[in-house]
């Protein structure tokens, strides 16, 4: 099983959709929990911290369950900014962060 | 404030050269990480180094594979001899964090080397 599975899209949405992506983790020994953002050809970009169960920051909400080791990110409202690839990213003891291959969103006029 | 430093952006070079890449992390950082990606592995951790002290090179892909951080701003990933195949993008990243921490992992990337080995 990989560390971390992510659905690779694309998600093809109209602006204003709301979208969901999931994203599973295989190390339960997991504390924090992050998604990143990276557009194309470009560097990967923290999003949103996960430390508890879940928060929320302005259009973006990401939930974490530790029974089920899956972490969630939601968009609302979505913006043709928000068009790039989602990371999900596990944080193990020791400072390592696995990175997921990333979920494509295509968000269209 | 400026962010991770990565030199150079762009690298050509043929097939059994020797390649250096270059990263200045963010001061006072004291995590270090370089990683590669591609389109068919994605984003692989290759070394991360903790105080200037390597803490996990299991991600190198082999002995041709060397890092360096002789100093808290500055480190070096150098592949000799370069194949074609180590054609990708190196981003090196800094955090604040420790090792031995696990809630201070957030990490900060450069803008990346896109290294292409003809």
């Known amino acids: 099983r990989k560390e971390v599975e992510q659905d690779p899209g694309p998600f093809n949405v109209p602006e204003g959709a709301t979208v969901a992506f999931n994203c599973t983790y295989s190390?339960?020994?997991?504390?924090?929990f992050f998604w990143y953002r990276q557009d194309c050809r470009k560097e990967p970009k923290l999003l949103m911290s996960?430390?508890?169960s879940g928060n929320e920051d302005g259009r973006f909400t990401a939930q974490l369950n530790r029974a089920s080791q899956y972490i969630s990110l939601l968009i609302r409202d979505s913006k043709l900014s928000d068009s790039a690839t989602y990371l999900c990213?596990?944080?193990?003891?020791?400072?390592?962060?696995?990175f997921g291959q990333g979920t494509e969103l295509s968000v269209k006029p | 404030d400026a962010g991770v430093i990565q030199s150079p952006r762009h690298e050509v070079t043929e097939m059994g050269q020797e390649v250096t890449l270059r990263c200045k992390p963010i001061?006072?950082?004291?995590?270090l990480f370089w990683y590669r990606q591609t389109m068919m592995r994605g984003l692989e951790l290759l070394i991360y180094?903790?105080?200037?002290?390597?803490?996990?090179d299991s991600g190198m892909p082999e002995d041709r594979f060397s890092a360096k951080m002789p100093n808290a701003s500055f480190s070096t990933l150098k592949i000799q001899p370069s194949e074609p195949r180590d054609s990708a993008v190196y981003f090196c990243?800094?955090?604040?964090?420790?090792?031995?921490?696990?809630?201070?992992?957030?990490?900060?990337f450069g803008p990346g080397t896109r290294l292409t080995v003809l």
């Open positions: 001061s006072g950082h004291n995590s």
């Open positions: 180094f903790n105080n200037n002290v390597p803490i996990d």
């Open positions: 996960v430390y508890s």
């Open positions: 990213v596990p944080g193990n003891q020791g400072g390592k962060l696995i």
């Open positions: 190390n339960s020994a997991s504390q924090s």
């Open positions: 990243a800094s955090s604040p964090g420790s090792w031995f921490s696990s809630s201070y992992n957030e990490q900060f």
